[in-house]
């Protein structure tokens, strides 16, 4: 490692703590505008069992106090319990989560990643003819389309309508499938595009036409020396959207029924839950950063002339 990478990777790095910090600060006094309470929903509280109940969870502290406490706690995804899931901490009802969220953001990216490659490499191969414009076309349909109407139409058409699948994914397994495809539809459309692109770029170099003039299969040149050069701009892609997909399930395990984060992170704001809203938020705001510092420094990695300044 030389001395540029790693001032590069420190200044990266740095950059990744000043955003974590500066997202819990603002999360931490947005919650604090918010009128009302984590209790005020609890109609038969007595103002001496309210009191009672802000002195437990240092709600009635100066709110300097509270902002330095939860900040040292944050930082060590320390959330505290739930406010309103009696007897659970932050940490415990996230974990649970994510252990559907995860898995399901995973799978997706997975999906996204086979058919993303397939098609970009198709396309470029049948540059301007018939093949390559249906997948642009399919590419740029599944870009402009938000998640949540692509859920509810797979809802509406595959579920409703030809009953092909259940309604809910605690059904059975079966049910992951659609929510799946939802998730994977966009990273996959994203892929396609920057695959073709890269691809097409790789097969203009001087290198690709000195192994046709070889004579070397076409197969060879594109599968050997094409595909394996045009990855690499998709190296910063997979740790980011891996992310982006667990956040973006939220609403789609609420479209869905999934008992993921999603679903505890709407309960948390229609329930005022404090603790749960801020520790939920900055633990995904923790994942998309700690993803995006790993994707650039496997980036230089694998592309040692990229420019660090």
């Known amino acids: 490692m030389n001395k540029k990478m790693l001032v590069y990777i420190l200044k990266r790095l740095g950059m990744s703590i000043i955003?974590?910090?500066?997202?819990?600060?603002i999360t931490f006094w947005s919650m604090q505008a918010i009128p009302g309470g984590p209790f005020a929903s609890e109609k038969a509280l007595s103002e001496v069992t309210l009191a009672i109940l802000n002195e437990k969870y240092g709600l009635n502290d100066p709110l300097g106090t509270q902002y330095l406490r939860y900040l040292w706690r944050a930082l060590i995804w320390d959330f505290g319990p739930s406010l309103t899931l009696k007897g659970r901490f932050v940490m415990d009802v996230i974990a649970d989560g994510l252990k559907i969220s995860g898995v399901l953001g995973m799978i997706a990216l997975i999906v996204a990643l086979v058919f993303g490659i397939v098609l970009g490499a198709l396309a470029a191969v049948n540059q301007n003819k018939i093949l390559d414009r249906i997948i642009m076309?399919?590419?740029?349909?599944?870009?402009?389309?938000?998640?949540?109407?692509?859920?509810?139409?797979?809802?509406?058409?595959?579920?409703?309508?030809?009953?092909?699948?259940?309604?809910?994914?605690?059904?059975?397994?079966?049910?992951?499938?659609?929510?799946?495809?939802?998730?994977?539809?966009?990273?996959?459309?994203?892929?396609?595009?920057?695959?073709?692109?890269?691809?097409?770029?790789?097969?203009?170099?001087?290198?690709?036409?000195t192994a046709r003039a070889k004579g070397l299969k076409e197969s060879k040149v594109i599968f050997k020396h094409a595909m394996?050069?045009?990855?690499?701009?998709?190296?910063?892609?997979?740790?980011?959207?891996?992310?982006?997909?667990?956040?973006?399930?939220?609403?789609?395990?609420?479209?869905?029924?999934?008992?993921?984060?999603?679903?505890?992170?709407?309960?948390?704001?229609?329930?005022?839950?404090?603790?749960?809203?801020?520790?939920?938020?900055?633990?995904?705001?923790?994942?998309?950063?700690?993803?995006?510092?790993?994707?650039?420094i496997l980036y230089v990695v694998a592309n040692p002339k990229v420019d660090f300044d």
């Open 19 to 25: 955003t974590i910090l500066s997202v819990i600060t």
């Open 137 to 209: 076309v399919f590419s740029t349909a599944s870009v402009a389309m938000p998640s949540f109407v692509i859920a509810s139409l797979l809802l509406l058409i595959f579920c409703n309508r030809l009953r092909w699948f259940p309604s809910s994914a605690a059904l059975s397994s079966a049910g992951y499938v659609l929510p799946v495809i939802t998730l994977a539809l966009y990273p996959t459309a994203y892929i396609t595009r920057m695959t073709r692109s890269s691809t097409l770029d790789v097969l203009n170099q001087d290198f690709i036409r």
């Open 228 to 296: 394996r050069n045009s990855l690499t701009p998709i190296i910063t892609y997979i740790g980011p959207e891996f992310a982006y997909i667990i956040t973006g399930s939220l609403v789609v395990e609420q479209v869905f029924s999934i008992g993921g984060l999603g679903r505890y992170f709407i309960s948390s704001i229609t329930g005022c839950d404090y603790s749960m809203i801020m520790g939920t938020t900055i633990f995904l705001t923790d994942i998309m950063v700690i993803m995006l510092l790993v994707s650039d």
